[in-house]
């Protein structure tokens, strides 16, 4: 099993559309999340860290679930912008991040 | 603001060659680590380093090595490479260890033929 796991996709929506991205973890001792954006052969750029039980930020909301070991990440309004692939990552301890294989988004018109 | 800053961006290498790939961290960021995202897939932790010391390894194989240098800079040597090491690879840094963000130089995206 995966230290990180997330859902491929693709998902495909509609401009304007609310899409949610979930991810789990396994190891119960990690203690910070992040959620990056990664364009085509880019490098990965950070969305947002979640270290408490969630973060927002304009469209963007994080949510942390420790009991259940797992973070979601919820778009609101999608723009045509956000077609991206989005990794979900966690520090697993020490000097240590590891990401999920990314969910990828194609928001159309 | 400066970023993480890789060189070189391009590398091709034909197989049992060595590369070097370099990473200047952002300034006063005392955590590097270095990373290989082949081609569909999610970035793998080869290893990491704090203070120059190594700190975490991943998934590095042994033909690949890493040292973080005085000036924080840090390098991957990457010997007899194989068509399997074709990939980008990341260079992250970040502030005082795992717990805060990562962030991600440009890449290098070597072809090994």
């Known amino acids: 099993r995966k230290e990180v796991e997330q859902d491929p996709g693709p998902f495909n929506v509609p401009e304007g559309a609310t899409v949610a991205f979930n991810c789990t973890y396994s190891?119960?001792?990690?203690?910070?999340f992040f959620w990056y954006r990664q364009d085509c052969r880019k490098e990965p750029k950070l969305l947002m860290s979640v270290y408490s039980s969630g973060n927002e930020d304009g469209r963007f909301t994080a949510q942390l679930n420790r009991a259940s070991q797992y973070i979601s990440l919820l778009i609101r309004d999608s723009k045509l912008s956000d077609s991206a692939t989005y990794l979900c990552a966690a520090n697993t301890g020490g000097f240590k991040t590891i990401f999920g294989a990314g969910t990828r988004l194609f928001v159309k018109a | 603001a400066a970023g993480v800053i890789q060189s070189p961006r391009h590398l091709i290498k034909e197989k049992r060659e060595t590369a070097t790939l370099k990473c200047y961290p952002i300034p006063r960021h005392d955590t590097v680590y270095w990373y290989q995202q082949g081609p569909g897939q999610d970035p793998q932790f080869l290893i990491s380093?704090?203070?120059?010391?190594?700190?975490d390894k991943g998934s590095i194989p042994d033909r690949f090595s890493a040292q973080q240098f005085s000036d924080y800079h840090s390098e991957l040597n990457m010997s007899s490479l194989e068509l399997g090491d074709s990939a980008l690879y990341f260079c992250a840094s970040s502030l005082t260890g795992g717990n805060s963000p990562l962030h991600f130089g440009n890449g290098t995206r070597l072809t090994v033929t």
């Open positions: 380093f704090y203070e120059k010391m190594q700190s």
């Open positions: 190891n119960s001792a990690s203690q910070s």
